[in-house]
């Protein structure tokens, strides 16, 4: 930590009227708070030097107080699933307000990943992003249509196709269309790869190119020689599945990341059963290690959304509860077999609490156990740092709470302070007294 830095941290804290002003190479202690402890909470002293957490301090005049009692440390969450990473100041503070430090971005285009935008999330004071480009699917495929229909016109600028093509979105329709994808992506600097299967169980490849305006996504037939070809170049791979053939298709080939559950949208009778996980799908993803972030706010706000616009119609009622029937029965079946549960929205920055409150309204988890997976979000996407922890040699990013989120998830909401890098900066005084 720089010079700068700790006065920096001195003056934030005299400003908030705490114990005592910081010297340069002053030790931070943040006094009788709840901290969390891997499970729970517990009463105690929470020291940080250099940017690291402390197994204990000597108090003496560099020592500097700062009183939290009645307060709750949490070890700063993450969000795996978030296109809204602009590199401007804005966009970051919205992740850190909410107590999200680390993030990853699962398909941006390829022309924004320039030196600026890696120095803009290297920074102490901005939130930590990993990034996949342009994600590889089929010809006509998701992501294609929404950004050349949608996104391009309203967004890029009025970019069309043949500027999207290979920078928001690229192909993988045969091992050497793969290969070449995969070496652009390499080529500027991407941290993982964001691939893309939508109903699989109906792709159909007549000619050479596949079906044409095809929605299925990769041909599963080609997924295990690109997760291959990705790892031999040291970048995890995150599938975006719609269905369980889908799931399947991602935990046999070896995928480490399900970028959604099936069930995230709004469910539909007829689409129930292809959607619902067998006990042998869970049993494989359990052997493969996949990691899961079922994004599953995305379906229930829009369940809820139309039951609200129509309370009296029993098609939004029938097809509300058809989606929080199948949600629950895949997610909680797939936490219980231990397949790593991972926090990620698919949608605002602000709204992590929502998707972790889903795990719960649903039944999915209890409460304790849906923080303990939105706490373990954070390593499971940094696996390189010593994050999501509150002990000696973690790094000092967290964030502290006026209320216990073990009692109530809208706790996560109560942040009046936060630490990033070492830093302290209060976010709101008046709750801070």
Not at 45 to 65: C, F, M, P, Q, W
Not at 204 to 231: C, K, R
Not at 281 to 287: S, Y
């Amino acid at each position: 930590m720089t010079i700068n830095r700790i006065r920096q941290i001195a003056a934030l804290a005299c400003a908030a009227a705490v114990s005592a002003c910081a010297t340069p190479d002053a030790e931070l202690v943040y006094r009788g708070a709840s901290v969390w402890n891997g499970g729970g909470f517990e009463v105690r002293d929470l020291a940080v030097s250099k940017g690291k957490v402390l197994s204990r301090y000597e108090e003496d005049k560099n020592t500097h107080i700062v009183d939290f009692k009645d307060r709750f440390i949490l070890p700063a969450l993450a969000n795996g699933h978030q296109h809204l990473t602009y590199p401007n100041k804005k966009n970051s503070e919205q992740f850190l307000d909410a107590g999200v430090f680390y993030v990853w971005n699962p398909n941006i285009l390829n022309s924004v990943l320039d030196k600026e935008f890696a120095a803009f999330f290297a920074r102490s004071d901005t939130a930590d992003v990993k990034v996949s480009g342009g994600g590889i699917t089929e010809k006509g495929s998701h992501p294609e249509p929404l950004y050349v229909r949608i996104l391009g016109p309203n967004v890029y600028g009025g970019k069309g196709y043949d500027e999207l093509y290979k920078d928001a979105f690229l192909y993988g329709r045969n091992r050497d269309e793969i290969i070449e994808s995969l070496d652009q992506l390499d080529a500027v600097g991407v941290d993982f790869v964001k691939i893309y299967l939508l109903g699989s169980e109906k792709y159909e490849a007549p000619g050479p190119d596949g079906a044409p305006n095809s929605t299925t996504g990769l041909n599963p037939a080609n997924v295990p020689f690109l997760v291959e070809q990705a790892h031999a170049r040291n970048l995890p791979v995150v599938a975006h599945i719609e269905t369980r053939h889908d799931f399947r298709v991602a935990v046999d080939a070896g995928v480490d990341f399900a970028g959604h559950l099936p069930g995230y949208g709004v469910a539909s009778e007829s689409g129930v059963e292809a959607r619902r996980l067998t006990d042998d799908d869970i049993a494989v993803a359990v052997e493969s290690g996949i990691k899961v972030m079922p994004t599953y706010q995305v379906g229930g706000s829009r369940a809820a959304q139309a039951l609200a616009e129509n309370p009296e119609d029993e098609e939004a009622q029938r097809r509300a509860e058809l989606t929080m029937n199948l949600q629950r029965d895949n997610l909680e079946r797939l936490h219980e077999a231990g397949v790593p549960v991972i926090a990620g929205t698919d949608l605002a920055p602000g709204l992590l609490r929502f998707e972790l409150e889903r795990w719960e309204e649903i039944g999915a988890m209890s409460r304790a156990d849906v923080l303990k997976r939105a706490v373990a979000t954070g390593p499971a996407l940094f696996p390189e740092r010593k994050i999501g922890c509150l002990k000696q040699g973690c790094e000092a990013d967290f964030i502290v709470l006026t209320a216990n989120p073990r009692e109530n998830l809208d706790a996560l909401d109560s942040i009046v302070a936060r630490a990033k890098a070492g830093g302290i900066t209060f976010l709101d005084r008046d709750k801070a007294q």
